[in-house]
């Protein structure tokens, strides 16, 4: 940020600059109408208008676990963009200023950015891009920190508290609006949850094939369905408004009136009500009836409702039975699931889905149980564990079992039940559904790996890396044997970026990547860290020695040419060796030790190795 301002404090003509940027920042949150349209023109006006550097909306990524540039504006804007910080705190020296606000939750400042050991790990992208101070000032809603509001300078000391003060207005503005944002997605998913409610309650009425009726207090319709007026022989349009006196005798209908005071007095339902109807035609059919109690919003009581049913047509009663299996039938058909029951020895007796036109559910499972049809269980315990539960008559939720199709694809299935009952309580076996999520299961696993492998290499990454090594400290200690952490660091990477490209150097890093691991055993890991920095787990090692010729053939592999864009690329590599225990008990002190040692032998004059500990090695 450069004009109008002394190190140390805002000028007058500064902090007017920065209203100016609170004032266009508000018209930009005034006209945005989705998140999207709000952060870009936010970074926009505070680069443009408030002459900084780089401004950038920053929230955390769940699904990579790592924080997401939403928007940017200014000359570190696509740097912002490359650079994978992680959600997590991974130590004090590398808490950084977008960490620090994000953790803490209040404004985490750098007036002098290069001297900054909070941000130390970043402090060669900054000399590169020209920045000399930054801000990092949180943002909340809903009680929590939702992302950072960051900005840099390339002036020292531009950051004060009357400039960070209008900062945190700026954030507190745009929370304000992503606040209203989110009131207007709730209040748009009630309008259409409304909708939804009501088109789902005439639907369904009117897929009733009883006759269904509401009436007021005083007994005149208000509602009903087609069957009602098919029932009684009059038109919808005739038949609405009419009073149960209508189409009632007069002693039916003091009969029914009788029924509806006790009902609206005691607010108790009526299963079964017995009366006469007399259609328009004049014949009396004899009918059963329920009768519920309706009530407003308020709790008072506004009229009544319920079902007519044709007691003399039992055949139709018979029909309906039958059309309503159909609709069963036609409604898993539609479903990508499937419905299915079993007897009280678990042996599956019906297997509905559309999915049964294939041929093989009901070979597989009819008079079967599910672990006799060759499936898996992701239970601990097994299939014993999911025995116990059943013959316990438990419900069974969100169950996975699995198996492997002809082919070698994987096959995953979710199982919902609960136990089948009699009218004497005795139990009588399962019902249930469940639903292919292969696909699900195959996506968790994928976004698992990213989560723990390099993206670029494919090698381990460093969270994972720093849980093997933890898990061979355990193990070493149980069976008191050595390992050894490798660090290794690339000698003169940095001229293939600056002089190819970085699209040519992620060429080459992948290529000595592969080498890198060729030159290890099987059952050691090699991980890269970032950037031209990998490390090596040789588990079990029985004396320094054998840490000395992993240590060579990496030295030997990384040294070997690269071809790239027709020329020879090559590079040597510098490795500090930590042994455990004596070279540290933790898996933070060893990788501390190996890489103060791989500094040294950068120093001594690089392709070669040290140890940290010169009782360890011979070098």
């Known amino acids: 940020m450069a004009g109008g301002r002394q190190p140390g404090g805002s000028s007058l003509n500064h902090l007017a600059i920065m209203y100016a940027v609170l004032g266009a920042t508000n018209e930009a949150i005034l006209r945005a109408r989705t998140r999207e349209s709000l952060y870009q023109p936010v970074c926009d006006a505070a680069v443009e208008q408030g002459k900084f550097l780089t401004t950038a909306v920053i929230v955390p990524n769940p699904a990579t676990g790592c924080f997401k540039v939403e928007a940017a504006a200014g000359a570190v804007a696509d740097t912002l963009r490359r650079i994978q910080r992680p959600v997590a705190a991974t130590g004090a020296d590398e808490q950084g200023l977008i960490r620090s606000a994000f953790h803490r939750g209040v404004p985490a400042i750098s007036n002098d950015f290069l001297t900054d050991e909070r941000t130390r790990t970043w402090h060669a992208v900054a000399q590169a891009a020209g920045i000399a101070s930054g801000a990092a000032v949180p943002m909340t809603g809903n009680g929590r920190i939702t992302g950072v509001l960051l900005f840099y300078s390339d002036q020292k000391n531009a950051f004060d508290d009357a400039i960070i003060n209008l900062i945190g207005r700026i954030a507190e503005n745009i929370t304000f609006a992503l606040h209203k944002f989110e009131q207007e997605d709730e209040r748009k998913l009630a309008e259409q949850a409304l909708r939804t409610s009501e088109e789902n309650y005439r639907s369904i009425i009117d897929s009733i094939e009883d006759a269904y009726y509401e009436v007021d207090l005083k007994g005149n319709l208000v509602r009903f369905n087609t069957a009602l007026a098919s029932h009684l022989g009059y038109p919808p349009a005739e038949l609405m408004g009419m009073n149960n006196r209508d189409y009632m005798s007069p002693e039916t209908s003091d009969a029914v009136f009788r029924a509806f005071n006790d009902i609206f007095h005691t607010g108790v339902s009526r299963r079964i009500q017995e009366w006469e109807n007399i259609r328009k035609n004049g014949a009396r059919v004899q009918v059963e009836g329920s009768i519920h109690l309706v009530r407003d919003a308020r709790g008072k009581p506004v009229g009544f409702r319920g079902i007519v049913r044709d007691v003399t047509a039992r055949r139709q009663m018979e029909q309906a039975l039958r059309e309503g299996e159909a609709r069963f039938r036609a409604l898993t058909n539609l479903s990508s699931d499937w419905f299915w029951e079993t007897d009280a020895a678990f042996r599956v007796t019906r297997i509905d889905s559309r999915h049964q036109r294939k041929g093989l559910e009901r070979v597989n499972f009819i008079g079967k149980s599910v672990w006799e049809s060759g499936f898996g269980i992701e239970v601990e315990g097994g299939w ?31 199982v919902n039940a609960e136990p089948i009952f009699d009218y004497h309580g005795r139990f009588t076996g399962y019902r249930g559904v469940s639903r292919e999520i292969t696909k699900q299961k195959i996506a968790e696993e994928h976004i698992q790996h990213l989560a723990t492998h390099d993206d670029l290499t494919g090698l381990p990454n460093r969270v994972m890396f720093s849980q093997l090594a933890n898990a061979a400290i355990k193990t070493a200690q149980r069976y008191k044997h050595d390992f050894a952490i490798l660090f290794i660091d690339l000698d003169g990477f940095k001229s293939i970026n600056d002089t190819l490209g970085h699209e040519a150097g992620d060429i080459f890093l992948k290529e000595i990547a592969v ?39 990496l030295l030997s592999a990384a040294a070997s040419p690269v071809k790239i864009q027709g020329q020879r690329c090559q590079v040597t590599a510098s490795i500090g060796i930590a042994v455990f225990p004596q070279d540290g008990e933790t898996e933070q002190l060893l990788m501390k030790n190996a890489d103060g040692a791989m500094y040294c032998a950068k120093k001594a004059g690089k392709n070669m190795f040290r140890f940290h500990s010169e009782k360890a090695g011979l070098s």
């Open 384 to 414: 014993d564990v999911c025995r116990a539960a059943l013959e316990s008559h438990s419900e069974v939720r969100d169950l996975v079992v699995h198996r492997v199709l002809p082919g070698g694809k994987p096959y995953y299935v979710c």
């Open 515 to 553: 080498r890198l691991e060729q030159a290890v055993r099987a059952s050691d890991v090699i991980a890269r860290l970032g950037g031209d920095e990998f490390v090596v787990l040789v588990r079990e090692l029985g004396e320094p020695s054998q840490a000395e010729k992993v240590a060579a053939k």
